[in-house]
């Protein structure tokens, strides 16, 4: 199903409006899978002192079930995938809706940080088939232009979890227990697979389906990683992700241990900052037809580089006090806002660049990375005198990440180009 373009002369346009039509609904069922994922990690970010305080554990150990779940979504892709590739989009996508619902509901009687952890992790495992089978989708529906355009409604939609995700955990608290959040996040896995099986139709016929055999697998993955114009904007995305998730496991502690603020005030900050993302991914959605794939993706790394930057110069000067917290929102406004150019122009040269029949498994591949990097690389914030993040140690593997996110890009960008030529 491509794009659907203006009516022709003399063109029925109800065609056009159902085909229209069909798309936006094609986005919000996408989007209600995508957004489980960062609804999971954002919902409870609020509660983490309190979480910790309750388990009688640390704060470190806490942020250690946000990087769970990233590293179980990193490894549930590299198995979702493949086996979307085999067995159509469907089945495994509402097999790993149903499995994450029943986590969520394990997690809400946990005894204990390493139960919590275990679960989360799970959590991530079955979390994965909404994020890599929607992109999957996608590629199977869309190319060039018209992919890159629906990646970015997607995003706009998507947007919306990470925007309400900390302000919802925040007034969570307000009226329960941080249980709470998981008993919301089971409800949502319950309305997703309802959405899914009435909703979504199968993508992939079977005609275009692979076996799965361990040698094909290998040598398709094996195919993927010296094709530089794969791994080149996958890195680049796995890598920009691990800069955004550094911000989102750290700033909820930092925000309230080093800066004061309370619960609802982190809420609103990352709500006004998360505004930044979804104008972030309209805006390039304006640019595309106008402004090559690769050049608007150049503008938002350049972005998040320059936001890295002052993040570095307002941490060297050890700002301090409840007045450095708005022009903290505006560093990483500016950082949310580049992302929401990096996020669709990376994935989309990447997923463009293959063909429908392996779209699963470079979705996989795209999204185990992404996880694993942006889970691996963030958890580095922490790791400090005290065990917990701070501005410096932010600002320190943010821009580390940020000038290696531009080099990848940069680099494997040349290559991509000498080899087409």
């Known amino acids: 199903m491509p794009a659907a373009p203006p009516p022709a002369p003399g063109a029925d346009p109800g065609r056009g409006a159902g085909r ?136 706009l939609v998507t947007g919306l979890a990470p925007l309400l995700g900390p302000v919802l955990g925040g007034q969570l608290l307000r009226v329960g227990p941080w249980q709470l959040s998981f008993a919301v996040l089971a409800a949502v896995a319950v309305t997703s697979w309802v959405v899914v099986f009435f909703g979504l139709p199968e993508s992939l016929p079977s005609g275009r389906r692979r076996p799965l055999r361990a040698r094909s697998l290998a040598q398709t993955v094996g195919g993927l990683l010296r094709d530089v114009r794969f791994i080149g904007p996958a890195l680049t995305l796995g890598l920009s ?45 304006y640019l595309i037809g106008r402004v090559e794939t690769p050049r608007r993706l150049a503008g938002g790394l350049t972005g998040m580089l320059a936001a890295v930057a002052v993040l570095g110069v307002l941490a060297a000067a050890g700002v301090s006090g409840a007045w450095a917290l708005p022009v903290l ?16 122009n990376a994935t989309t040269l990447a997923i463009s660049s293959q063909s429908p029949s392996v779209a699963g498994t470079a979705s996989a ?3 185990s990375m992404q996880f694993a990097l942006g889970g691996g690389l963030s958890s580095l914030a922490g790791m400090t005198a005290t065990g917990q993040a701070s501005l410096a140690s932010m600002a320190v593997v943010m821009s580390g990440i940020a000038v290696a996110a531009a080099a990848v890009f940069a680099v494997t960008a040349r290559r991509a180009a000498r080899t087409a030529a």
């Open 20 to 155: 229209r039509r069909r798309t936006a609904v094609l986005v919000l069922v996408l989007a209600t899978l995508t957004a489980t994922g960062p609804l999971a990690t954002d919902l409870y970010l609020p509660a983490f002192p309190v979480i910790a305080e309750d388990l009688g554990s640390t704060e470190a150990q806490i942020q250690l079930t946000l990087t769970a779940i990233m590293l179980g979504m990193a490894v549930g892709q590299l198995v979702i995938g493949p086996l979307s590739d085999a067995l159509g989009r469907r089945r495994p996508l509402l097999v790993g809706v149903a499995v994450f619902a029943l986590a969520s509901l394990a997690c809400m009687v946990v005894p204990s940080a390493g139960v919590f952890t275990g679960l989360r992790f799970v959590q991530g495992v079955a979390g994965a088939a909404g994020a890599v089978i929607s992109r999957a989708v996608v590629r199977d529906m869309f190319e060039g232009d018209d992919a890159a355009r629906f990646f970015s409604r997607l995003m």
């Open 241 to 285: 992700f691990g800069a955004m998730f550094t911000y989102i496991s750290s700033f909820s502690f930092v925000s309230q241990n080093e800066f004061g603020a309370s619960a609802q005030q982190f809420s609103l900050m990352f709500a006004v900052n998360t505004v930044g993302l979804l104008l972030g991914t309209q805006v390039n959605a």
């Open 329 to 344: 929102t505006a560093v990483f406004w500016t950082l949310m806002f580049s992302v929401g150019f990096v996020f669709p």
């Open 365 to 367: 591949l795209m999204g």
